[in-house]
């Protein structure tokens, strides 16, 4: 009975504050106190806004020039290599000229957080417009922060995605409010990432601002990948951050009940201060890497691409409004076309393999082909993961996705070979860096004229905390399941696809339900076979057997105990609600020494693989339990999750 009354507070409640937005009267009055600041400054009168050359921006415009309507030239990028997404971002930051639009679901107030943030703050006040757009519930969680962004520049305008109730922030009575009375509403987020530097040249994948993404976290770090596109296509991505930045659930900063309160009872305004990074000589480096022209050449210039075509895809916003109207999903109908239409192969990257009904009826039928296309899958492992729920309905799933699918997944290791050098590149300057501890030490090449200062402030932002959040990469509930090892973790979040090596796709969308019908998704793909290859590599390399499990079937001690144990399985499996059957059809295998890698169904397979487990490296806890349980009773969760 108490349980029933509070949950009716809840709601009530939750009624009250939907409907409570700010009055016309206090947004004017919070306008004016903003437009009043003495803080907003710029300090530029050049034509170009003081910008610094950039020959990734040269890059871009060189293209714009080069194309005709009928035949369009995009300079492209695989940005695998998370310092060097980091230093373009900075190099293009500083060589805005115009304007700079900003996308994201995350922004942390982390090193990465305030970095990238600074960097845009002082573009705004050289002249350039800069525009935010972050998902509320996982973004900029503190109002003095806000406050401030709020009142820095005219050059600067941030808005929040979704706002739940109308404020920036959301406790947790009111994130449970916002579940019980509007979950359709507040269960729907902007998942997009863009970076775009005067409508020429964009960046976008699965990376947030968080250090996490780029390979700053002390204990655990993304697999994670994002291209960098310039040319006319650019223009696309202009048109897609447009219809976001005008929709009705993007709120400006004073127009959010609890930052508007704030700014209209303290007029004085505040100042923007230097950050204080919790690793400064890192931040250093890449700040000067951003204007080496040896190491940019290096880097990212060598490694793109001239190309023809190439499509930025982004569902509308009005995907959030109605999650069945599929006029909505752009970005998700035209990946289904894609993978209908492979003959050969495809290559999928994504950090969560659940599949929604419509790619599950396209992977069924492709494997009804005569031959069928050969389908390799590269996700995450329970010991890697940091989303085990979601990992249990996958694990649900294995048979399916083997036997009817013809899946090859490969599940990424926890302390994988490739991700660990990765970090000891990204980190191999750093006075506090402590090496991984697994693969080769290759310390970053750097360009002659790079050169660090020895600085030694600690700390974030003055009135700011890195907060642990409620969901997302830190949040409480998603925490990685303990490990038999230890050491630095790495988890997967690229998501990316290759069909039949022709053209490719690197963007936001996790190929599963929430990806199609609840998430704002976006991406790029690229009909270039000379990018599509590149990709494809660089995925395959995640599912070698120093970086990855194979997923393959049990081999049966007993064939007739086995074949009445796997009808069981089958039956329990297709149940809605309970798959308590504790014989599962496929378990986790590595590689033995001396033998070459080879896929699950090769005949040989046995022979050069030997089985570790369902949840290999996982020491056995609660959340193993939890695992199993999610399993047995979480079917009917996936949208949720």
């Known amino acids: 009975m108490r349980l029933r009354w509070c949950a009716l507070l809840l709601v009530t409640c939750a009624a009250l504050l939907q409907g409570c ?171 997009n990432k863009l970076l775009l530097v005067d409508d020429a040249i964009g960046i976008t994948g699965g990376r947030n601002y968080q250090d996490r993404y780029f390979n700053w976290d002390d204990n655990f770090d993304y697999v994670d990948r994002e291209v960098m596109v310039g040319g006319p296509t650019a223009k696309e991505m202009a048109a897609s951050f447009k219809l976001f930045w005008h929709h009705k659930r993007s709120v400006a900063l004073t127009h959010l009940r609890d930052l508007n309160r704030r700014i209209r009872e303290d007029a004085s305004a ?20 951003a204007e080496d022209p040896d190491w940019l050449e290096l880097h990212l210039v060598d490694n793109s691409l001239r190309t023809g075509k190439v499509d930025y895809f982004s569902d509308l916003p009005a995907k959030t409004d109605d999650p069945h109207k599929r006029s909505a999903h752009i970005f998700t109908a035209h990946l289904m076309r894609m993978v209908a239409d492979a003959k050969h192969e495809v290559i999928l990257q994504t950090p969560y393999l659940v599949m929604s009904k419509h790619a599950r009826k396209i992977f069924e039928r492709l494997h009804k082909d005569a031959p069928p296309p050969r389908i390799i899958v590269s996700t995450n492992s329970l010991a890697s993961t940091d989303a085990f729920a979601v990992y249990a309905l996958s694990f649900k799933h294995r048979k399916r996705y083997l036997t009817k699918f013809g899946f090859e997944i490969h599940e990424l290791k926890p302390h994988a070979d490739s991700a660990a050098e990765a970090y000891e590149q990204a980190n191999a300057w750093d006075e506090d860096f402590a090496p991984a501890g697994h693969g080769a030490h290759r310390g970053s090449a750097a360009g002659k004229n790079v050169k660090l200062d020895a600085e030694d402030d600690r700390g974030h932002f003055a009135g700011t905390a890195r907060r642990p959040g409620l969901f997302g990469s830190n949040g409480r509930r998603n925490r990685p399941a303990p490990l038999q090892s230890t050491g630095r973790r790495f988890a997967l979040h690229a998501k990316s696809l290759v069909v039949d ?47 990855a499990w194979v997923i393959g079937a049990r081999r049966p001690t007993v064939p007739v105990l086995g074949g009445i144990s796997q009808l069981i399985g089958d039956v329990s499996e297709k149940l809605p609600l309970f798959d308590l059957w504790p014989f599962r059809y496929a378990t986790s295998y590595d590689l033995k020494p001396g033998c070459t890698p080879m896929s699950p169904f090769d005949p040989a397979f046995y022979s050069c693989y030997k089985p570790v487990g369902d949840f290999p490296d996982v020491a056995l806890s609660p959340k193993s339990v939890i695992t199993r349980l999610i399993t047995a009773f979480g079917a009917g969760v996936k949208g949720i999750l």
Not at 270 to 289: C, G, L, S
Not at 504 to 518: I, L
């Open 501 to 547: 090596d022709r053209f490719a796709m690197v963007g936001s969308h996790n190929f599963d339900p929430r990806s199609d019908h609840y998430n704002t998704e976006a991406g790029v793909i690229v009909y270039d076979p000379r990018f599509a290859t590149e990709l494809r590599n660089s995925i395959l390399r995640d599912t070698q057997p120093e970086n």
């Open 270 to 289: 505040p100042t923007w201060p230097a950050p204080h990074y919790a690793r400064p000589r890192r931040v250093a480096r890449a700040q000067a890497e």
């Open 21 to 191: 937005a700010v009055s016309r009267v206090h947004i004017r009055q919070a306008n004016a106190i903003v437009a009043a600041s003495p803080d907003r400054q710029t300090d530029c009168s050049q034509a170009d806004h003081c910008a610094l050359p950039s020959p990734l921006l040269q890059a871009a415009d060189k293209s714009i020039a080069d194309s005709t309507p009928q035949h369009p030239v995009n300079t492209v990028t695989l940005l695998d290599d998370s310092q060097a997404a980091l230093v373009a971002r900075i190099s293009l930051i500083r060589a805005a000229r115009r304007s700079i639009d900003v996308q994201t679901y995350i922004w942390d107030e982390d090193d990465i957080g305030q970095l990238v943030l600074n960097e845009l703050v002082q573009a705004a006040r050289r002249g350039v417009h800069v525009r935010i757009l972050a998902d509320q519930l996982f973004s900029f969680d503190d109002l003095g922060l806000l406050d401030r962004l709020a009142r820095v520049s005219p050059n600067l305008q941030v808005k929040l995605y979704n706002p739940t109730f109308h404020d920036a922030q959301t406790p947790p009575l009111e994130f449970a409010a916002g579940l019980m009375c509007c979950f359709m509403k507040f269960n729907q987020r902007m998942h």
